[in-house]
């Protein structure tokens, strides 16, 4: 079993940055596979980003490439999502989820863990 808390959403301007960070319960935490999703009003939730458990293999959407990074620290059971140059579009509420099944995962039926999400809210 795996509790997720997420944190570090808030309102932003567009261009500016936030830290998301999700901490886990839990001694096993290096053994599962981390993953970001989204979900803005009205629309269903999307995958962002995804990190393998030794954080090796990392994997982006397209619509955040290359201006978000996820990371993990397994001494402090934690996995980060650093967002840069954000857009308007980029406003949603962001989940961090776990699942031990595979080393890296997109879908969120891959998922086994999810957090209650922080909103992010960026302003143009």
């Known amino acids: 079993q795996v509790q997720l808390v997420e944190s570090g959403g808030g309102l932003v301007q567009a261009g500016g940055s936030l830290r998301l960070s999700c901490a886990a319960s839990?001694?096993?935490?290096?053994?599962?596979?981390m993953g970001w999703f989204r979900q803005a009003p009205g629309k269903e939730r999307e995958f962002v980003a995804a990190?393998?458990?030794?954080?090796?293999?990392?994997y982006y959407a397209d619509s955040v490439k290359g201006r978000f990074t996820i990371s993990r620290d397994n001494a402090k059971n934690t996995v980060y999502l650093q967002m840069n140059s954000l857009k308007p579009e980029d406003t949603a509420v962001y989940y961090c989820?776990?699942?031990?099944?595979?080393?890296?995962?997109?879908?969120?039926?891959?998922?086994?863990?999810w957090g209650q999400g922080t909103q992010v809210t960026v302003s143009s």
């Open positions: 989820a776990a699942t031990k099944a595979y080393l890296i995962a997109t879908m969120q039926y891959d998922y086994d863990y």
């Open positions: 839990g001694r096993t935490f290096s053994s599962y596979a």
């Open positions: 990190i393998s458990w030794s954080g090796s293999n990392t």
